[in-house]
Structure formats: structure tokens, C-alpha cells
């Protein structure tokens, strides 16, 4: 299944570079999409474009169509349980975490979805990039937390006997293909989070209707996941006293 995950992933990679971010991949090996205010403007403009031609219209449905079910996909498979033997799990998850936060770095396909989420020409296909990875945030927070209570109650238990899985005895996990150490490294180094949220609050405009229902579900998600829930409250003021600020000088 890991196998299946990786093909996956360079598809959803490809993809994106392809269909959802053209003219992108000129992107520096390695760096984060940052970028927001420009962007925000580029694709109110394309959406614009989109709806007074029928053809691309359609054109623009079939890519997201195409593009949702190959995310909703993509989660399926990062959810998917493996089963082992008790007795082979080498390695304890808080190990593993801090090997990530030690020699952490982006792996491309998440770079790719990242782009996505700040770069994509719409916004409908913004918001299924967005989704797709505020899902996979919420799909590691929930298993750290699993993992963290199985480790605290069973501090007191028999240890498991090394065993094969045809003698029914199997663990079940979970292995999100991100990691706490990826997370904290978009966090800590990175604005990555704070650009969505300013995304998301610009289609909380006039110009875009269509918009608002999906942006407020979308910005509750991320004020829900990120690691400090401070990002969409001082992207909330910083957005409102500017408001007040435009008003004031027009009055």
C-alpha cells in the first residue's frame, strides 16, 4: 500500500504541475510557496475569463471534476490502515518524528500541493487543494493523538512477543504521509498557513458570492488545524482594520 501511496503521490504531483499550476514549475527546487495578495487578484480575474466563455467554462468544470476525485482519492489512500505484526513494529512514532524534525524538508508532491493551494487559477481549485491538505493535517493530528494515548495507557502492559501475522495477532496503524516533523517545519519556517488565510478571507468579498460559503467552511478548518490559532485571528484584524482604515480616508 506505502507503494501504491508513492505512485500516487508523484501522480497528484504531476498533475497539478500539468493541469492546475501551468507556467509554475520554473519554482526553485525546494522552496515553499509563500506568495497571496497578487495571486488572489489573478484568479478573480480568470474566474472572470472562465465564466464569459462557455467552452473554457466547461473546459474548467471537467478539470475540477477531475481534479476533486483525484485528491478525495489521494486522502483514501493516505488513510488507509496497515496491518503488521506486533512484534516487527521496529520503531515507536516519537522516534520517528524526531528523525522528521531533525532532517525535515517538503517532499515534492507536497510542495506541488502547497503551489496549488497559493497558484491555482481558480478558486474552485484552490479550494479542493486546500481541503485535501487540511484534511491530511487533520488525518496527522488525529493519529498523533491516538498513538499518544494508546503509549500512555499502555505504559503498564504486557510487551508484545515478537510474532508472524499468520498467528492473528496484528497491529493496525495509520502512517499519514505527513509527518509532525512536516508540519512543524511549515509552521516554524515557512508563512505558508497565514497565505491561505489571507486566500480564503479575500474571496469573502463582494466580487466573489459564490465563494463565501466554501471560504468560511475552508477558513474554520484551518483556524481549527493550524498549530496557533493566532494566524486566522490576526489575518481577521489585520483584514478589518484595514477596512475601517479604507473607509475612514473615503469619508
Request: charged content about 15%; glycine content about 4%; aromatic content about 6%.
Amino acid at each position: 500500500m506505502q507503494c501504491c501511496l508513492e505512485h500516487f503521490q508523484q501522480f497528484l504531483s504531476r498533475l497539478i504541475t500539468l493541469y492546475i499550476t501551468p507556467g509554475q514549475g520554473d519554482r526553485a527546487e525546494g522552496s515553499v510557496v509563500v506568495q497571496s495578495g497578487p495571486v488572489v487578484s489573478n484568479v478573480s480575474q480568470h474566474s472572470d475569463h472562465v465564466e464569459s466563455c462557455p467552452e473554457s467554462a466547461l473546459v474548467q468544470r471537467e478539470c475540477v471534476a477531475a481534479f476533486t476525485a483525484a485528491c478525495q482519492l489521494f486522502l483514501e489512500c493516505s488513510s488507509f490502515p496497515v496491518y503488521i505484526a506486533e512484534g516487527n513494529l521496529k520503531s515507536s512514532p516519537t522516534q520517528e518524528e524526531q528523525i522528521d524534525s531533525e532532517q525535515v524538508r517538503p517532499p515534492d508532491w507536497l510542495q506541488t500541493l502547497m503551489d496549488a493551494c497559493c497558484l491555482a487559477g481558480d478558486f474552485s481549485l484552490q479550494g479542493v487543494a486546500i481541503s485535501l491538505l487540511m484534511d491530511l493535517v487533520g488525518l496527522t493530528q488525529s493519529v498523533a493523538m491516538v498513538t499518544a494515548e494508546s503509549v500512555a495507557s499502555g505504559g503498564s502492559s504486557e510487551p508484545a512477543q515478537p510474532m508472524s501475522p499468520s498467528q492473528g495477532r496484528v497491529a493496525v496503524v495509520i502512517r499519514p504521509p505527513l509527518t509532525q516533523g512536516i508540519l512543524k517545519y511549515i509552521a516554524d519556517k515557512t508563512v505558508f498557513f497565514k497565505s491561505v488565510a489571507l486566500i480564503l478571507w479575500d474571496q469573502l468579498s463582494e466580487e466573489t458570492p459564490q465563494h463565501h460559503q466554501r471560504s468560511v467552511e475552508l477558513f474554520y478548518q484551518l483556524h481549527n488545524l493550524v498549530p496557533s490559532s493566532s494566524i486566522c485571528e490576526d489575518v481577521i484584524s489585520q483584514k478589518l482594520m484595514h477596512r475601517d482604515k479604507v473607509r475612514s480616508e473615503n469619508t
